[in-house]
């Protein structure tokens, strides 16, 4: 059965008129080689900003990338570009303040995830949206990283700065990203869309968004204890189509309240979508980003309720319980 994963790497669009996040450009791309690993076809857009494209295309040929297929498109383009960018100008003390922590959500590009779905939807595969900055060791630990043996690797590669020539090595998570993983990954959906939801902690705010379309939902969320995240999802079913459709519609809806002054996260509108039409998704739940070779692990490992990282949906996504980690030989 093919697979085929969809991403994007726009990761030179600071400030207006996209107003994305800094400091992405070698991290994307250095992840993008990784995530190919996986063996899936995969499709990502791209535009001329910074040279993306051309560096892209380059970059696929020094890694041997062969299931890359690089796309462009602009992304004033976008069918939500023009709203999006109108709100955010017109409400400056919201959404174009650099000062607050809504600047660097680049809606008019995170909402296009359902878009490029859309652009590559074909019946009877399994079709994932996927992060093309995903693979990095703020998410998995580097004892699955191919080169973390190497002796100085956390002194050698973490130069991105410098652009050091082996850099790339950093974010080559082979032990984790492999076609076996995909594999289980698709058995694990069976027929609905992979849902990935964080529990016990929820960054977004359901209650403004439910205000907004004055549509009660935001109670079931906070209820299911179950909060999705855009990082990877999709599946090969028919509800994946009904879901872009779904997701497309409601951000019209917010895009055309009358008072133009509101734009939310791609995770809100994913929120009441999980909500609506809860027997289209497969749901795998985790309660952390991070993983026990960060710091931050000390303070978060003895939650009495149990502490499951992001990166057991590569390892074992049929584990329901907070597991032990453990080595992919």
């Known amino acids: 059965m093919v697979t085929k994963l969809v991403t994007t790497f726009y990761a030179a669009h600071y400030d207006p008129p996209f107003w994305g996040k800094r400091s992405r450009y070698e991290w994307y791309s250095y992840s993008l080689i990784s995530i190919c690993g996986l063996g ?3 499709v990502c857009y791209t535009d001329d900003e910074q040279d993306g494209y051309n560096y892209l295309l380059r970059l696929k040929e020094k890694h041997n990338l062969t299931n890359l297929t690089v796309k462009k498109y602009n992304l004033k383009d976008s069918p939500f570009h023009d709203k999006i960018y109108n ?4 409400n400056p003390e919201l959404y174009n303040n650099e000062f607050h922590p809504f600047y660097t959500l680049p809606m008019a590009i995170y909402w296009l995830k359902w878009h490029f779905l859309n652009m590559e939807y074909e019946d009877g595969i399994y079709l994932y949206w996927i992060d093309s900055g995903l693979s990095t060791g703020a998410i998995f630990p580097y004892k699955y990283n191919l080169y973390s043996t190497e002796p100085g690797f956390y002194i050698k590669y973490h130069d991105r700065e410098n652009h050091h020539e082996h850099a790339f090595k ?5 032990k984790i990203f492999t076609p076996d993983t995909l594999t ?3 058995e694990y959906v069976e027929d609905k869309i992979l849902c990935v939801c964080r529990q016990n902690i929820m960054d977004n705010d359901y209650k403004l968004l439910e205000s907004k379309i004055q549509e009660p939902f935001s109670e079931n969320v906070i209820l299911s204890n179950k909060f999705p995240v855009g990082a990877m999802f999709g599946g090969n079913t028919p509800y994946l189509k009904q879901y872009i459709n779904a997701f497309t519609e409601l951000a019209d809806r917010v895009l055309s309240l009358p008072e133009q002054n509101y734009i939310c996260t791609e995770q ?3 929120g009441y979508i999980h909500v609506k039409y809860p027997e289209w998704f497969k749901d795998w739940t985790f309660t952390t980003f991070y993983h026990d070779e960060l710091p931050i692990w000390e303070t978060i490992k003895d939650n009495p309720e149990g502490v499951k990282p992001l990166h057991y949906l590569f390892l074992d996504p049929f584990s329901e319980g907070y597991v032990q980690d453990k080595t992919i030989l």
């Open 40 to 42: 899936a076809d995969i």
């Open 87 to 90: 709100i955010r100008m017109n």
């Open 170 to 174: 950093e974010f080559i998570f082979a």
């Open 184 to 186: 289980r990954i698709n």
């Open 268 to 270: 809100e509108l994913m």
